[in-house]
Structure formats: C-alpha cells, structure tokens
C-alpha cells in the first residue's frame, strides 16, 4: 500500500512538473486547502453535520475525517445555534475552528452565535478577545431547491462590521481565501456556491503550493476593459465572463471584476476600473433590495468616480421573489448571461 | 424555601487568639442521577473565611455603588445588579482554580471580580471611562478578563459558548474546565438543550450552572417554566440542587461538580436557588412582581454575608472589630474607584473605531458621513 502510494506520488508530481497546470475542481480546492490548513496548525478542526463520517454532505471534507479522526473532524447533531455558539466558544479558548452550515440557509438558526458572539466580541472587548473562526458552507441559488433553500447571505452579512465575509468564483480564489480565511484570527464567513464545486478549473504550481494564500479585501480583475465596468461576485462572475464574450464580438469590450471579497469591499479597485471605462453594471445572485449591487451603487455615488460615469449605474440581481420550484420559473428568478448583455447594451445606449 | 444558619458541629482548638477553622453542617444538596453528593459538612479556614467575607462584601458595596451612581445618571444603560447573589460567584471561586473557565450572562459584575477584575476597573467601565475593563467599548454586559469570557446580553447565548470553551480546554489536553451559567429566565432557551446534548455526547469538561433567583425579568419560576426543577432539566446529565446563599454549601458543590468533570464524566448541572434584591434592572423598581415583605425576608433570614459573618463570629474564628475593619476598607476600596470612575477621562473619539479587526494593518472606516473618514487600528 505505501509502495502503490509512493509510485503514484512519484508519478503525480512528475505529471505535475511536466504540465505546469492542474485542473482542479472547486470542491477538490477546497478539500485541499483545509487539509493543508489541517496539517499546518494543530488548532484548526472541523465541525458541522455530516462533515466526518458521510464526507461531507457535498463532498467538501472527503477523506479529512480517515485522515485526521474524531478529535479534528466532528459530526454534530442538527443543532445549528448549538454547534455555531460552541465553535465560536472553541475559538475564544485557543482553537482556530472551521464550523460548516450544510447551507447558509440553516445558518439563520444560529445568526445570533455569528453576528452577537463572533463578530462583534473584538470590539465589545476593546481587542482582548479574538475570535478566529470560519464559518463557511454554500450559498445562494442551487438547481430545484426551492424557496427555503436558495437565499444569499451576501448582503445579510455584508452588512456586520467585525466580520469579513468572503465570497469565491473559481479554484484559484476557492483555495487561496479558504486558507486566508482559516489564517485569519477575525471572525470569517465564506460563501461557496453549490452549483460551482463540480467546476475545474485551472491551477497553476504557484497556487498549488501550500503556502498560496489570496489576500482577503482584494478584488481581481479577470477581464481587462475599456467600455464598461461589471463588477460581481461567486457563480455570476462567470455569467460576466461569458457576457463579454459575445458581447466582444460586437466590439464592447467590458472589464469584469471579480470581488472575491464581500465585506471589506475593495471600493478602490471598483473606482479605478469605474474611472477608466465610465460605466458600471453589478451583477449578484441576491435579491436587489439593500444588496451587494445596491451598496456598490452607493459608494461610486458617493466617490470620485462618478464624475467619470457617463450614465447611471445599474444593478443585475436575482428576482425580487422567493425562489421557486419549477425549472422554467427558476431559470427566470436568477440573472442570466441574456440579462447582463441587455444592461450592457441600455447602459451604452446601444 | 429559605433557611436558617447552619450549625456547627466540630471545631479544632489553637493557642492563637482565633480558631483557625471549622467544620458546619452544610444543607443536604438534592440529587438527579447521581448516587452521592458533596459532602454534608464543610470546613473554613480562618483564611478562607476572611477572604469569603471580604469578597462578598466588596461585590456587595460596589453593587450597591453602582445603584447610587446610576440613579445620579453617571452610570447608564443597562445596569443588572447582583447583590443578594454573592454566595454563588464567591462560592463557585472557591471550588475551582483561575485557571479554569467561566462564563454568564449579563448580571455579571461579581464574577468579573472573582475572576480577578479590579473594582476600579470595573466601575471605570460602567462609567465608561477610557480605564474601563474593556476601555469604555463594552459596558456593564460584555466585561472580559483571562479565563472569563464574559459578560454576555443574549440570553443563552453564553450556554453553547462556554461548552466551546470546554471542547477547548478537552482539546488542548488540559485539567481545566468551563463553568457555564445561565438564570432560570435562561433555563428554558432551546439552545441551551442543545449544548446539553452536545456536552453529554462529546463528554466536555462543562459545569452547568442555573442561578435561580426566583424570577426571570418580572415573571416568576411558576410562570415560565412547566418544570422548575432545574437541575433537573439536563435530564441525561446528573443534576444538583444546591442552597445558593450559603457560600460553603456553593464551594463544596462546585468542588464535587468540579471532581465530577475532571474525571472525565462529563457534564454535570447545578442549580442554585438564590436571591438578587435588586429588580432585574437598574429600571426595574423589582417591585411589581413580589413583595417588599417577600424581599426584607430573604435580607433578614438569609443573607449570604450575614450567613459568614456570624458563623465566624459565633465559632470564634473572627473578632467583631475585625470585621468591621474589612468593612472600612471595603468602603474605601469602592469609593476611591467611585471617585476614579467618575473623574477618569472618557475614551478617546481616536478609538471609535478601533477593535474592529485583530492583527490587521490599519484601515478606513466610514463615518456618518462620506466625507467623514474614520481610521481603524487593531
């Protein structure tokens, strides 16, 4: 067994060092990061439903539980408000927990532990008390889940000082922000998103190495553009993505920036790519009223780069509706790439 | 039902002037799940003793401190009061180590004394001045010291908290323990139930502890909860019923309690039945709901530092004289961080917004207006 592993060892980073790149999927980069975070810091542990002996009720944890046993992975009962106040009690004590909601949905049974006890206790305690947790699991919109089971939190949280909410598109932001987050000794929600952990992606070695981690409070910026400025965060940056494409072909050239980070809100990187092409689109799964989009708004309103806007900024969002069933009404509550062109083109007066 | 002093039973003779300790019969505790129970004598020390009485007494007078200096608006918010429950932090102190853990709720003046805050810096912050325990950030609800996590204003919020803690210290292979308390108002919050299970299951090192003062804001036991038997309400975890204003009845509990989970058992509950004279506030005349008569005799027939102080006087372990020297010195210890509470300089604006983030470079942060750029420092 140790002979078929080495072998396959050996051969893996062969093939890794020959092809430079590696696809790898958002849950695998997630796996991947945690395990890592695992063997760096003794303090760091797992805990939520399903995580240990089931794999992961997506899969995210597979094989940590076999590898790092019952004291570092812990199934816990279906009690959210519980389990939420005894991670953040286990940080208070020295411990850097990983607590998982199955989805974010089920993290409003325990919103108190997170908002009251997690992020607001730096402060409270004039910086005596830290409490270096995360909180993560997916977010938003999945495929036939239905109303309960579909809300973004993005907004919700977004909104707490003392937390940092941080919210991947891809691997590369996937690994690189699950191990900030683990890293940090402040209070993180991290938003994933179901419909994105089957998803490769292509890492390179750099990434791959186990000390990759991506700053937490920095936007990237995955397309360079000259005519507008969409700006967005987690499974929609893609939507951005295939948008310009087409709408390149009609020679609009648009800048898309991926957020990564949701609160602190890069507001810098927004501006300079505002400043440079003079039109702004927000594109988010959540609902438009007080959101992600709404707040983006607001700043550039608010900031130097409104006097480069040659039109107003507008907001792509999901329906203002609970979710619904049927996948016809479905496909029609969430923004679809058809919708980001349209903006872009009432944006440019096209 | 309230009760009388206990008696004495044994006490060791000395050639010095006073006895330096005794053994008193301690009220029997009711047991849930478990076979036996602390023992039914306790013995103090002269030492001990003084340090008890000089304790409950400076929890007492700054209380009460607290009371006047609210009422003349330096002190404001809220403002929950402890006086009556001393026995409970002071015996509870005295069965445990300060290295070992402790959390409550928001009646939390006296633990954060017992858990080595200074009155100074205590009453600093009620006043919310700059040398407030918690530099005039948290108040009277969120008070933190080493090992004490609180100070907390959501009510069972501070129950999976300090379960958390317990993990920890089981975790990190240590001795220590967490002791979790939560009031009777507490006793029926479901995530409670939910750290119960949680602490059985996981075997945490975790004291449960439900101060019972009768009632929960203005609604009495009888009214709240289906079943007032509180040490009762772990039902898988063994419970104890335990005369929270007898101090030594508190210690020879918490050191049982305390046995308990150090042997690897597990959680174990005890409730106190005790007595705040206070209303559940500071805007709380606490008269509405009970009786003055009801208030005077519990004061009269029960009171936790009265209860000390004349079993050290009647077994000789104390003078008279003596303790009403503790008494001045009390006094003068509570007015002098009066006087400092009332005159140290509030906080500086440059800290509104700092403690936001631990370990971070500085950052912006926006003011009320978005012209108004505030500066954040960890």
Known sequence: MASLRSFLQCNF???????????????????????????????????????????????????????????????????????????????????????????????????????????KTYYMSAGFQTVPIVFRGPNGSSAGVAAQHSQCFAAWYG?????????????????????????????????????????????????????????IGKAKVERQGTHITLVSHSRCVGFCLDAAAVLAKEGVECEVVNLRTIRPLDVDTIEASVMKTGNLVTVEGGWPQYGVGAEICARIMEGPAFNYLDAPAVRVTGVDIPMPYAKILEDHSVPQIKDIIFSVKKVLNM | CRHEAASVVVSSRSYADFTPEATFDIKKVDLHRLEEGPPLTSTLTREDGLKYYRTMQTIRRMELKADQLYKQKIIRGF???????????????????????????????????????????????????????AKGKGGSMHMYTKNFYGGNGIVGAQVPLGAGVALACKYLGTDQLCVSLYGDGAANQGQIFETYNMASLWKLPIIFICENNQYGMGTSVERASASTEYYKRGDFIPGLRVDGMDVLCVREATKFAADHCRSGKGPILMELQTYRYHGHSMSDPGVSYRTREEIQEVRSKSDPISMLKDRMLSNNMASVEELKEIDIEVRKEIEDAAQFATTDPEPPLDDLCSHIYANEKSFEVRGATPWTKLTSHS
């Open chain 2, 79 to 133: 403002c929950h009061l402890y006086d009556g429950q001393e026995a409970c932090a002071v015996g509870i102190e005295g069965g445990i180590t300060l290295s070992d853990h402790l959390i409550t709720a928001y009646r939390a003046h006296g633990y954060t004394l017992t858990r080595g805050g200074t009155v100074r810096e205590i009453m600093a912050e009620l006043t919310g001045r700059r040398e407030g325990i």
């Open chain 1, 159 to 215: 909104h707490c000082p003392g937390l940092k909410v941080v919210s991947p598109w891809n691997s590369e932001d996937a690994r690189g922000l699950l191990k900030a987050a683990i890293r940090d000794d402040n209070p993180v929600v991290f938003l994933e998103n179901e419909m994105m952990y089957g998803v490769p992606f292509e890492l390179s070695e750099e990434m791959m190495h186990k000390d990759f981690v991506i700053p």
């Open chain 1, 13 to 119: 980073d062969i093939l890794r060092k020959t092809f430079v790149i590696l696809f790898v999927n958002v849950r695998d980069a997630l796996n991947q990061a945690m395990d890592e975070e695992l063997e760096r810091d003794e303090r760091v542990f797992l805990l939520g439903e399903e995580v240990a002996q089931y794999d992961g009720a997506y899969k995210v944890s597979r094989g940590l539980w076999k590898k790092y046993g019952d004291k570092r992975i812990i199934d816990t009962p279906i009690t959210e408000m519980g389990f939420a106040g005894i991670a953040v009690g286990a940080a208070f004590a020295g411990l850097r927990p990983i607590c998982e909601f199955m989805t974010w949905n089920f993290s409003m049974q325990a919103i108190d532990q997170v908002i009251n006890s997690a992020a």
